[in-house]
């Protein structure tokens, strides 16, 4: 058990998600369970593998997917363009 609770702090201070400040604005990444509250429209967004990696490698732990797949699996890239604005 204490094995599964280090793993699970290491990997929560490691995490591969790279939050941005674009254009003086402070961007975090966002998952499943965050998107509502972070994701924002004017900002793109790229999976971030590394942590669907960790993930799926650590599924047996339940804490590592649940933070990998809710609160980190997407992280900000750079503005939307006006063309990908309107698709």
Not at 12 to 21: E, N, Q, R, V, Y
Not at 37 to 55: A, I, P
Not at 56 to 84: C, H, N, Q, R, W
């Amino acid at each position: 058990m204490k094995k599964i609770i280090a793993i699970a702090a290491a990997l929560s201070l490691s995490a591969c998600g790279d939050p941005k400040t674009i254009d003086g604005v402070y961007y975090d990444t966002y998952g499943l369970f965050s998107k509502d509250e972070v994701r924002s429209d004017k900002v793109q967004y790229k999976l971030v593998m590394g942590n669907v990696v960790w993930g799926a490698l650590l599924f047996e732990t339940v804490i590592a997917p649940i933070y990998f797949f809710g609160f980190s699996l997407y992280e900000p890239v750079g503005l939307k363009t006006d063309m990908e604005k309107r698709q």
